[in-house]
């Protein structure tokens, strides 16, 4: 697979972290018709200062910083509106919210490292289920084993992944 340039790179970031951004400009407004006219003005901000954009470090944090800005320019604008939050509320809620998104990252990056780590039957077994959404019983027939056989295998699995997981985020902090 060719590998992307700097603008693909930041388009597949971009796309990727929608649902991230707009749950946190959400989080933030609590109107989901102000919280899309939001994200889509975040957007635009974002697509503007992709020059900005440091492809060495995280992106969401940097993406989470724009979007604080345009909710705020957004409660400035819409003050006239009896229920907003006032200004030092949304700084206090996004600070917490960028915290987060840094603390999943983290996790995100453990998992990756900790799938990478399976054998390759258990990793199969993660991705038929968790990346491809296959059913339970499709996965017992086409493995030859019971519904409660692969149960269990994700269960000790999924259990295996978040052992990894704590170990890897605590000998890194």
């Known amino acids: 697979m060719a590998e992307l340039n700097p603008t693909e790179q930041f388009i597949q970031l971009l796309t990727e972290n929608q649902n991230r951004l707009y749950g946190y400009i959400f989080s933030l407004i609590g109107e989901r018709s102000h919280a899309a006219d939001v994200l889509q003005e ?4 974002l ?6 954009f440091d492809h060495r470090k995280p992106f969401l ?3 989470f910083t724009i979007a604080r800005y345009q909710v705020l320019a957004n409660l400035r604008d819409r003050k006239r509106d009896r229920v907003l939050l006032d200004s030092e509320l949304v700084e206090t809620i996004s600070s917490e919210a960028e915290s987060m998104a840094e603390q999943i990252e983290s996790v995100r990056d453990a998992l990756s490292r900790c ?3 399976l054998n ?6 993660i991705e038929s289920r968790y990346f491809e959404a296959k059913p339970l019983d499709e996965m017992a027939r086409d493995s ?8 269990v295998a994700l269960l000790r699995i999924r259990k295996q992944l978040g052992e990894c997981i704590q ?3 605590a000998t890194e902090s």
Not at 120 to 125: D, F, G, H, I, P
């Open 47 to 52: 697509w503007r200062k992709i020059d900005q």
């Open 144 to 151: 030859s084993r019971t519904t409660g056989a692969i149960k």
């Open 61 to 63: 944090p940097w993406a």
């Open 42 to 45: 975040t957007n635009v901000v």
């Open 167 to 169: 170990h890897r985020l």
């Open 115 to 117: 799938l990478e780590r």
């Open 120 to 125: 390759s039957s258990n990793r199969e077994l």
